[in-house]
């Protein structure tokens, strides 16, 4: 009879070895349908995945904490944000910390992509506990402080916010949503300089970035600067923005 025991060792042997296990093909059968969104096919890979492996997913195999995080990201696309968090927390739960840099950073991710769910269904506070784990574990990811950032504005914390979407640009440059929500923080708090000033810098990033230059024509209207403004409402239109 085969034992827990041995399977344990059998499944540890085969990891060394560099073998693949039959849930390991599922988790990467459940990738390819992520990446062509096909959310269900890749929800059911995942789900077998996890039937093949359920109880040694952190104990022999860490990496299959990817198809939680992964079968999370799949009801997140299909508005199913309960089974979604579900998930999510899941594959924190497996390895709350982890030790090895390539873990740490998936476990950050499912910190970042719990976060999104909480952040859109306006649940700001659990959604800004959740970016900053995800910031300790991997402190150089430039859109999670932008997403936290936004999750401080949604609060009406502008001091925050533009602390983290400040920080978000010196870790990216060329992250032009940071500039724009920045610039949106300013506007709010009448600083019309220099929220034009960060409104250029995205439309410089992302000429097509139609939020972009509406935002920049009103605060050009604030500052009674009609011909400029006018100029960028007319743009936005023409970029599709309603």
């Not at 506070?125 to 936004?150: C, F, H, M, Q």
């Not at 979407?165 to 220099?194: H, M």
């Not at 972009?212 to 923005?241: H, P, Q, T, V, W």
């Amino acid at each position: 009879m085969i034992t827990p025991v041995i399977c344990t060792f059998l499944a540890t042997v085969m990891l060394i070895l560099g073998c693949v296990s039959p849930a390991q093909e599922q988790v990467k059968k459940g990738d390819s349908f992520l990446k062509q969104q096909q959310w269900d096919e890749a929800i059911a890979a995942y789900n077998e995945a996890i039937e093949l492996d359920p109880k040694n997913v952190a104990e022999v195999n860490p990496k299959l904490t990817t198809a939680y995080t992964n079968r999370g990201t799949a009801y997140d696309f299909k508005g199913d944000y309960d089974k979604a968090i579900a998930d999510y927390t899941k594959a924190i739960e497996l390895d709350p910390k982890l030790a090895i840099a390539e873990l740490n950073m998936k476990l950050a991710t499912s910190y970042n992509l719990r976060g999104n769910v909480y952040n859109s269904q306006d649940d700001y506070d659990k959604a800004i506990a959740d970016y900053t784990e995800a910031i300790e574990l991997d402190p150089n990811v430039s859109w999670v402080y932008n997403e936290r950032g936004t999750a401080h504005f949604k609060k009406g914390d502008y001091v925050r916010a533009i602390v983290d979407f400040t920080k978000a640009i010196e870790l990216n440059p060329k992250l032009d949503l940071a500039y724009y929500n920045r610039g949106l923080v300013y506007s709010l708090k009448g600083d019309y300089d220099k929220a034009i000033a960060d409104y250029t810098r995205a439309i410089e990033i992302d000429p097509k970035l139609s939020a972009a230059y509406n935002s920049r024509g009103l605060a050009y209207y604030k500052k009674c600067d009609f011909d400029k403004a006018a100029d960028d409402l007319r743009k936005a239109k023409e970029l599709g923005y309603e």
